[in-house]
């Protein structure tokens, strides 16, 4: 197939300089929350993600969509393994275990189990923190290594004397520090003991690496540093399609992912695999602490993802649901009298989070019956318990229009507009907010290119075809105009964030993704979208002005903002241009002489995307290149753009 990177309609030529006017004052407030993130477990994002949990599988978990399993760890020395729910559990959350004993005539002297890692295991000469809980009668010592899965390098090794009993659970917490650097990531993680005192059960087997600001059960810190590169202002979490649930109506319960790890049971995630809810709502908010960003926090509204009659709970059934809400909130932001706030200090959290921001579902405008209902009774039903409590919480829709609203004035809510568009159909969209509603404004809460244009035609996306493995630079450079759009009505859209995140490379089902990554932290790419925001969310301004033109938009599309007297900045984008673009630029207030500084991105081919290369390393197609200009007699500052670059110029 032919991708089509651009069509006949949108070429256009310059045929002189495009004249622009800046004026100081005459705009809009720019909304502080303009970049944000969005999160949910999609692509192994979570579990083998940013979740820095380096066992697959460490306790077992299971469900009637995705039964325990012993996959994917391997006997050592002859070992059989058996999963088991022993008569005394680890916990009623994590019940099953694995049983390790020695296989008949076994004439090892060792036996153990054997762990992969989510594809590989990362060894650095750092101190890695692990535990397991054994329970048993063994009396000897077990010995936790970290080794090559090619060769015989033991990176790492410790002896651990048991404290095994055999009427209850115990942990064995211990560090391993390797000497020196793997090759590659093709590691494995061993626990071994002797095999002449019988079996063994373990569970909830873990191995953390040093973390993002070193948060216990935290994040990947090259991951969580690609995200703070963007200068983002909001983390919407925990999703997405996510929260909902399937035909299984497993959809996320806040209370079961805090507290003790051995406290939560898990649960099947809409994409395709179980998610350990090692990743909770705390976990979530510490991550909103540690990248200094607001909180958005998504709720359950009723809407299981499916098609089964009972896909959408009636009034009478969401209530409890609601309460639960309520209870969630409390749990947040109570104080310590309250009972959920009391339970959040009883975890080590005394003071509340600061949460601002609640959305009602995602996407809750799905099928036939989805609009209908949460017009009708849902939204409602959470809206008025919610602000009879927490009046000063900002409520969000979930079905990107005005079928849900409450409030007016400061109280209004807002709603969450997705789209996954083609490079062509987003540019076509760029004014699409010029006339929408400033009282109830929209957060943009997913968006992204992810197929290619259609020739001659401003098609939707087709979920039948093939998406972009990769977000390819075209597909960049409309996401930059959309973005203008959005900024130059930043009194009616309040922020806005790319979905997903993030993908792992060795387990996926959605592409393109904005950060992709391996096992190995040398293999994080960061995508051709992910350069266009780094420099947009990193070129802010108070308020938005007024520009004066004697060109109408296309190809060039532009927006100028101020953050005080001579502060100006102007960001633009060339889109399908079929000649150099000049520009002619003046700021009011700023006059000759004054300098400004103009960064341009840039790439060799519209289908351009960074990727791994032949040899596993991350490529790089995105140039950046500044130039220091300085006005000329008339304050002016000029400059020549090519087609398909994104530019921002600051004074």
């Known amino acids: 197939m032919i991708l089509q990177i651009f069509s006949l309609p949108f070429l256009a030529g310059i045929a002189s300089a495009i004249n622009l006017k800046v004026s100081s004052t005459g705009g809009n407030a720019s909304s502080p929350l303009m970049y944000g993130l969005m999160f949910e477990d999609i692509n192994h994002s979570g579990d083998g993600g940013i979740y820095a949990e380096l066992i697959n599988n460490r306790a077992f978990q299971g469900s009637r969509a995705f039964p325990s399993t012993l996959e994917p760890w391997v006997p050592v020395g002859n070992a059989v393994f058996t999963l088991q729910n022993t008569s005394i559990p680890l916990s009623s959350a994590l019940p099953t275990s694995i049983n390790v004993a020695p296989g008949p005539l076994s004439r090892h002297a060792k036996i153990g189990l ?318 699409k907010f010029d006339h929408a509603s400033r009282e109830y404004k929209t957060l943009i809460g997913e968006y992204a290119i992810v197929q290619e244009n259609v020739d001659g035609q401003l098609a939707g996306v087709n979920w039948d075809l093939p998406k972009f493995p990769q977000p390819v630079w075209i597909g960049a450079v409309s996401e930059a105009i959309w973005s203008i759009g959005a900024e130059r009505n930043s009194d009616a859209v309040v922020g806005m964030s790319y979905a997903p995140g993030f993908q792992n490379l060795n387990s996926y089902n959605w592409s393109p993704d904005l950060i992709s990554f391996t096992a190995d932290v040398s293999q994080t790419v960061l995508s051709t979208s992910w350069h266009v925001i780094n420099l947009f969310s990193n070129s802010r301004y108070t308020s938005t002005v007024p520009i004066t033109s004697d060109s109408p938009l296309g190809p060039a599309y532009w927006v100028a903002g101020t953050s005080g007297e001579g502060k100006y900045t102007f960001k633009t984008a060339i889109y399908n241009a079929t000649s150099s673009v000049p520009f002619n630029i003046t700021f009011e207030g700023v006059a000759k002489d004054a300098s400004g500084r103009l960064t341009v991105l840039s790439a060799p081919e519209g289908l351009s995307a960074n990727m791994l290369d032949g040899e596993g390393v991350p490529t790089e197609v995105v140039a950046k290149r500044e130039v220091e200009l300085v006005a000329g007699s008339a304050g002016e500052f000029g400059f020549e753009l090519e087609n398909w670059e994104v530019a921002v110029f600051t004074t």
Not at 330 to 353: C, D, K, M, N, Q
Not at 374 to 385: I, K, P, Q, V
Request: aromatic letters at 14%; proline letters at 7%.
């Open 114 to 431: 054997l762990n992969p890692g989510w594809w590989g295991i990362d060894v650095k000469p750092q101190k890695y923190t692990s535990s397991f809980w054994a329970l048993g009668s063994y009396k000897g010592y077990f010995t936790v290594k970290l080794q090559s899965n090619l060769t015989d390098d033991v990176f790492a090794s410790v002896e651990i004397p048991s404290s095994c009993q055999p009427s209850k659970w115990v942990e064995h917490k211990f560090e391993l520090e390797p000497s020196h650097a793997a090759s590659n990531s093709n590691n494995t993680f061993v626990i071994e003991f002797e095999s002449g005192s019988g079996a063994v059960n373990f569970n909830l087997i873990s191995l953390f690496p040093p973390t993002y600001k070193n948060r216990p059960n935290g994040n990947r810190p090259e991951l969580m540093e690609a995200l703070k590169a963007l200068n983002p202002s909001f983390l919407r979490m925990p999703g997405g399609n996510n929260i909902e649930g399937d035909i299984w109506h497993y959809p996320w319960r806040w209370n079961e992912t805090i507290g003790p790890l051995t406290q939560r049971p898990g649960r099947p995630g809409t994409w395709g695999y179980g998610n350990t809810d090692g990743l909770g709502l705390v976990e979530y908010l510490n991550w909103c602490t540690d990248l200094e960003v607001e909180p958005l926090l998504a709720v359950w509204a009723g809407m299981y993802l499916g098609s089964d009659v009972d896909h959408i709970l009636s009034a009478e059934a969401l209530a409890p649901w609601v309460d639960d809400t309520l209870n969630e909130l409390e749990f947040i932001l109570g104080p310590v009298s309250t009972p959920y706030g009391a339970l959040r200090a009883s975890l080590g959290y005394h003071e509340p989070w600061a949460l601002k921001y609640v959305e009602i579902g995602n996407e809750d405008n799905l099928y036939t019956n989805g609009g209908s209902t949460y017009a009708a009774y849902r939204f409602s039903m959470f809206y008025d318990a919610i602000t009879a409590v927490y009046p000063d919480l900002k409520i969000i829709s979930s079905t990107g229009d005005y079928t849900a609203v409450g409030g007016n004035g400061e109280t209004a809510t807002w709603t969450d507009f997705h789209t996954y568009s083609r490079p062509d159909t987003l540019v076509s969209m760029f004014d």
